[in-house]
């Protein structure tokens, strides 16, 4: 079995910071990409940022210059730090993971079950 469990969600004034956390658990032989997606109600679930196991990270224009993914691949943990928070940054943020856990078997997409972030104005 294999968990992704997220912290670090709240409510925060537009202009604040918030820093989430994503720690992956259980069998687990590799873990390729790590990413953050949110989605609000009515819209599809969208991408906010993504890391390599190599560093290489990619952002959605919304968020660039704003938001910087890490990670610790000792910790099998992935890191989302918020700057300059809007209100149209609230959504319901979830991690995901691209993980492999025999070697055998292929690396199967995981998700976080989600945490929540708002921005009031």
């Known amino acids: 079995q294999v968990q992704l469990v997220e912290s670090g969600g709240g409510l925060v004034q537009a202009g604040g910071s918030l820093r989430l956390s994503c720690a992956a658990s259980g069998n687990i032989v590799s873990i390729a990409a790590m990413g953050w997606y949110r989605q609000t109600p009515g819209k599809q679930r969208e991408l906010v940022a993504t890391?390599?196991?190599?560093?290489?990270?990619d952002y959605a224009d919304s968020v660039k210059g704003r938001f910087t993914i890490s990670r610790d691949n000792a910790k099998k943990t992935v890191y989302l730090q918020m700057n300059a928070l809007k209100p149209e940054d609230t959504a319901v943020y979830y991690c995901?993971?691209?993980?492999?856990?025999?070697?055998?078997?292929?690396?199967?997409?995981?998700w976080g079950q989600g945490t929540q972030v708002t921005v009031s104005s």
């Open positions: 890391t390599t196991a190599g560093g290489s990270t």
């Open positions: 995901n993971a691209a993980i492999k856990m025999t070697s055998w078997l292929p690396f199967r997409d995981y």
